[in-house]
């Protein structure tokens, strides 16, 4: 089991926050910038034509500065290109300006009322909004030129964008109705329209969980995040504060997997408040007092740092994500009024337009240190033996028993690596950066490679078990979500499962190159330890079809899919595991974590698909570890925390272990000398060892 597949749905109710009601949905957008000032409220700032000084001197040495006109709003970076992108609403343009030497390469007009700005990559296009209108200008990013011009009838006062990797639409924030608008940037057309709360924030971002899809959007009027479900587009939940302050804009950290909301208010009167929350347990971690009407912000994740502009008190506030820990306050000196910023990744500069002054300003990166990921291991409830535990890092995610080696491999999502752990004791052995959001695992015991997939991306990452070093990153270029992996020791065949357009691919394990390509059924199941059970005898391979409710009958071997089983539950299947002592085919009837999961393990005939038994076990159940010689098959069941033990011989629950309430079980392995099982516990980064049930 492993909880980022795209299908999680999460309840959240928000402790310590206030409440949060309803069951969360699916939605991932990404947002580094934007708009520190909204019209309503706001003052007259630098509309005179010409760019002025602060009225007070920065606390930092500015870097650079340049006038770039009047009511700068937005500031994005290309990577592609190493320039900066700057809207000036009032001065109709916007400004380019490389990052490395702070000259204006251009300047891009006319763009009315320029406001939000967004980065397509696909099409290597930035989009313009008309802050005051309905009409976008598209710019291509390879000239600098304007492409077309395009209007989004019926939504206007356009006062935000943002790209959303996962769809590749871009979302524009229309505030007249309002509404969040999904639209193509190929062709332009309108894809969603997502209905938001009156006046509200996120002109300057909005979260977006990119495990479970879901937006966090501030609705600052109601003085509540709206959260919304991206498939439906409705509004399934609010989080509320005890705050009296509105919302101005969220973000989602996706190496901690937390969200930050800015509660800003309005800027003739402000808040100056940053709340942290985990969306997963609903739990606060900490909240701090930043600067006034925090609006925007910029992430730097290479040095964990959120940069929060804050327009009132003409600051930027530098928050540590790692150790959610307020590290600077950056004055930009009296009646800047900062508003978009971004950070050039490769210098961890930070580049500020100021709403006041008409100047985008450069200064250098806060040096702090950064620290890593922290467990929270939990004390085992009365009756559990844990043989042995190890901080493992931020959400672990598969876990593998080498026999060849004798050591534990575990991919760790979050925390971007791959773990080396000796079995005796759980002992440290090696951790090898991976460059990507570890999560699928296989091993190729002919050659000693280890493949770790991205389970955000399209890379796989190459690691030398010999060494434990990595030989090569390779791309399955149109292929995302890499959510899961599977080594077939019988035909020497490499799956992987894509979960962005449902596929499972055949990859060469010598040359990387890619083989077939088999569609499944949408709304995967299979992301957990390996993809599926497989017949080695008939080489059929058993997926788990959650969204058809059905187990798919693939032909390993030429990539066709000729039937299906069912299992008759109400819950869709998570995994399967193909058991060869008895030929019978293990479904866990898991559904989903939070939308409502299930209970039911069911064994199949796997010639026919005959039900031989329904055995009930912990909620959840997503992960099998099986021990041919003591004949038990081990179930993680993370929606109640357990593990559940089933005894293949007599198709019966011979044990349940509680590992306790959070720890969020997720894959599991066996050491079939010992016996010894072996688990990652997403919720607490731990890995632990028990004792044969």
Not at 99 to 108: E, G, P
Not at 367 to 391: D, E, M
């Amino acid at each position: 089991m492993t909880l980022g597949e795209s299908e999680r749905l999460f309840l959240v109710v928000i402790v310590g926050v206030a409440v949060v009601t309803g069951t969360l949905g699916m939605l991932m957008l990404t947002s580094s910038t934007g708009p520190a000032t909204d019209h309503s409220g706001s003052p007259s700032g630098n509309s005179s034509g010409n760019c002025t000084s602060p009225t007070s001197s920065p606390s930092v040495p500015i870097v650079a500065s340049l006038c770039i006109g009047n009511w700068p709003q937005y500031v994005v970076f290309d990577s592609a290109n190493g320039y900066v992108y700057a809207s000036s609403e009032y001065s109709q343009n916007v400004s380019v300006i490389d990052a490395s030497t702070f000259a204006k390469v251009a300047t891009i007009s006319p763009t009315p009322n320029a406001r939000g700005l967004a980065i397509d990559p696909a099409t290597n296009r930035l989009f313009v909004t008309n802050g005051l209108g309905s009409s976008v200008t598209v710019i291509d990013l390879a000239t600098n030129s304007i492409l077309t011009t395009f209007n989004l009838t019926g939504y206007s006062d356009l006062v935000g964008a943002q790209y959303d990797p996962y769809t590749g639409y871009i979302y524009f924030l229309a505030n007249n109705n309002p509404d969040l608008v999904a639209v193509s940037p190929s062709n332009y057309s309108i894809q969603q329209v997502i209905p938001v709360a009156p006046n509200p924030g996120g002109g300057g971002g909005f979260a977006i969980d990119s495990r479970t899809h879901t937006i966090y959007f501030p609705a600052r009027g109601e003085g509540t995040v709206q959260v919304i479900n991206q498939s439906t587009g409705q509004t399934v939940g609010y989080v509320s504060f005890d705050y009296p302050y509105g919302p101005t804009a969220t973000f989602f950290d996706p190496l901690n997997g937390l969200i930050y909301v800015m509660l800003g208010g309005l800027l003739d009167n402000p808040g100056n408040m940053l709340y942290v929350f985990d969306p997963h347990t609903g739990n606060t971690v900490v909240r701090m007092t930043v600067g006034s009407f925090p609006g925007t912000y910029a992430y730097d994740p290479t040095r964990s740092l959120l940069y929060v502009s804050c327009a009132a008190s003409a600051t930027i506030s530098a928050v540590n994500v790692t150790s959610n820990e307020l590290v600077a306050t950056i004055s930009l000196g009296g009646g800047t009024l900062p508003g978009g910023l971004v950070v050039d990744p490769s210098t961890g500069n930070v580049f500020v337009g100021e709403d006041g002054t008409g100047l985008l300003v450069e200064f250098a990166t806060v040096s702090t240190p950064v620290t890593t990921s922290v467990c929270n291991p939990t004390s085992p409830p009365q009756g559990t033996q844990i043989l042995a535990s190890l901080c493992v890092g931020n959400w672990p995610q598969s876990v593998f028993f080498d026999p060849t080696s004798q050591l534990l491999y575990v991919t760790i999502e979050n925390s971007e690596n791959f773990s080396v752990v000796n079995p005796v004791g759980l002992q440290p052995v090696a951790v090898v950066p991976t460059g990507n959001f570890a999560r699928g695992l296989a091993v190729d015991p002919n050659n000693g490679r280890i493949f770790v997939s991205d389970g955000f991306g399209d890379d796989v990452t190459v690691i030398d078990s010999a060494s434990d070093s990595v030989l090569t990153t390779f791309n399955l270029t149109g292929y995302t979500y890499l959510v899961g992996a599977q080594f077939d020791t019988t035909t020497g065949q490499l799956f992987f499962l894509a979960n962005n357009n449902d596929d499972i691919l055949s990859v060469n394990p010598t040359t990387y190159a890619l083989e077939q390509s088999i569609q499944v059924q949408p709304n995967t199941g299979g992301g957990s330890g390996p993809i599926a059970g497989v017949d080695p005898q008939t080489h059929v391979m058993y997926y788990a079809a959650r969204g058809s409710y059905e187990v798919d009958l693939i032909g390993e071997l030429n990539g066709s899919v000729f039937g299906y089983f069912s299992t008759g539950s109400s819950y869709g299947p998570t995994n399967t595991f193909y058991d060869p002592s008895n030929n019978l085919l293990y479904v866990a009837d898991g559904g989903w974590l939070y939308l409502g999961y299930g209970e039911q393990v069911t064994a199949l005939n796997a010639t026919t698909g005959a039900p031989v038994a329904n055995m009930t076990v912990g909620g959840f159940p997503s992960a099998f570890a099986y021990d041919s010689a003591r004949h038990l098959l081990y179930v993680s069941c993370a929606g109640t925390g357990v593990v559940s033990v089933i005894n293949d011989t007599t198709n019966q629950v011979v044990a349940t272990i509680s590992l306790g309430s959070g720890t969020l079980p997720g894959d599991i392995a066996v050491d079939p000398s010992t016996g010894n099982l072996f688990v990652g516990e997403d919720g607490t980064g731990m890995l632990v060892e028990l004792p044969p049930a």
